[in-house]
Nanobody, 125 residues
Framework: QVQLVESGGGLVQAGGSLRLSCAASGRTFSSYTMGWFRQAPGKEREFVASISKSGGITDYSDSVKGRFTIARDNAKNTMYLQMNSLKPEDTAVYRC??????????????????WGQGTQVTVSS
C-alpha cells in the first residue's frame, strides 16, 4: 500500500506557473505507475498526465500537452507536475494517483488504486 500527499497548489494569474508535488510513503515508489487527475466544480474527473514506473514514458491530455510536464524522482519518492502558461480553465482540484499496474494497461482511465486528497489550483484571468 502507498500513501500520497499533494502540495504546491495555490492562486496564480493566467500565464503563470505552479509546480505540484506528490510525496509517496509506504511500498517502493518505483513499483507504481503514477498519474495526475483534476476535477473542476460541476465537472467530471479529468485525466491530466501519467508517467511510467521508471519515468521513461509519459502521456498528457491534449488540453495540457506542451504546457505541463510530469516527472518523478524515485530516489525521493516524489512525483511532480510543472504547470506553465496556466489558463483559467486549468482551475481545479488536482489529485495524484498510483497503481501497481503498467501505464499501458491503465491508459488514461481513473482506475488507479491509490489517491491523494488533492490540492487546489486556481487560475485568475
Amino acid at each position: 500500500q502507498v500513501q500520497l500527499v499533494e502540495s504546491g497548489g495555490g492562486l496564480v494569474q493566467a500565464g503563470g506557473s505552479l509546480r505540484l508535488s506528490c510525496a509517496a510513503s509506504g511500498r517502493t515508489f518505483s513499483s507504481y505507475t503514477m498519474g495526475w487527475f483534476r476535477q473542476a466544480p460541476g465537472k467530471e474527473r479529468e485525466f491530466v498526465a501519467s508517467i511510467s514506473k521508471s519515468g521513461g514514458i509519459t502521456d498528457y491530455s491534449d488540453s495540457v500537452k506542451g504546457r505541463f510536464t510530469i516527472a518523478r524522482d524515485n530516489a525521493k519518492n516524489t512525483m511532480y507536475l510543472q504547470m506553465n502558461s496556466l489558463k483559467p480553465e486549468d482551475t481545479a482540484v488536482y489529485r495524484c494517483a498510483a497503481d501497481l499496474r503498467t501505464l499501458g494497461f491503465l491508459g488514461r482511465s481513473a482506475v488507479y488504486a491509490y489517491w491523494g486528497q488533492g490540492t487546489q489550483v486556481t487560475v485568475s484571468s
